[in-house]
């Protein structure tokens, strides 16, 4: 009997163990990739480079479709080109240069994530902030002859989510200011509620959708048949995007009239155009 006693006390205090012990938590861990690229397609994402990279990008945006093979869906009216360059100083800062050829814009832009999703527990969205000057180097209509009445600010609020390895989501606010008004009934600020959704098909290709709605009146109080801007049409993009490793290229349909932000918020024409997106890295980092 005495040969047994301490096997049975070493066997008690185990399963005492067993019973007591916690498992340990798993620490929160930041998610990465909500959304591949830094743009959706038309807008920002709350995505920025990793730190001590540069981004270089591409956007090509062709004519209306509408005209069908006459125009060969757009193609044949040529492409106009957007080339940005992005930089992130650190983990959760980027400054930013983009040039629109329609138009003649020059943008620079500023983008902080202020709050970062974890998981398992923890943070449970990512919060993005960017701000945008736009400058044009036309002298036309008469709204552009004085250089203040050339400038336009954009500021954005991204709130998003990666709700599994599959699907991520966005909202968010975007405030637009322009110096000098596009006309005498038009708005000098103008506001969108802002959505984007990001669909993993197969490792490397995605399904997008993206859209702004606007958040002020479509005719004005004093006068109901008139309307801030003639013939509004809600901005809108959906496509692809493929990862192919080097880079992110992406393919989509927009309704938008333009490549840069302060364009594509404002479109009043009915359009229809193909277009894409390519952009690559380049590490900084010794």
Known sequence: MGRLRLPRIALVVGLGGLLWSQPEEEPPQP???????????????PELPPAKHLEFRVAHRFGDMRQGYANFF??????????????????????GLERTGLGKWWN???????????APKGMPVSVTW???VFFTERTTPPRYTEWTGRLEYLHQLLIARKFSRRFSAMGGILWLHQNMALSPQALNDWFWAHAGVRLKLTP???????????????????DPT??????????????????????????GLTNAAGLSENQ??????????????????FSFQG
Request: net charge positive; proline share 5%; hydrophobic share 45%.
């Open 204 to 222: 490397r290709l995605t399904l997008m959708a993206e859209g702004s709605f606007p958040l002020w009146r479509a005719a004005l109080e004093d």
């Open 130 to 132: 960017v701000g945008m």
């Open 226 to 251: 008139k309307t801030p801007l003639p013939g509004y049409q809600i901005p809108w993009s959906a496509g692809f995007e493929v990862e192919t490793g080097g880079h992110v290229f992406q393919i």
């Open 108 to 118: 620079g832009y500023a983008k902080l994530r202020l709050l970062t999703q974890k």
């Open 264 to 281: 594509a918020l404002l479109t009043n024409a009915p359009l229809l155009r193909l277009g894409f997106n390519i952009s690559r890295m």
């Open 31 to 45: 998610v990465l990739a909500t959304f591949k690229g830094t743009r959706l397609y038309n807008l920002h994402t």
């Open 74 to 95: 757009g193609i044949d009216a040529g492409a106009n080109v957007r080339l940005s360059f992005g930089y992130s100083v650190l983990p959760w800062a980027e400054v």
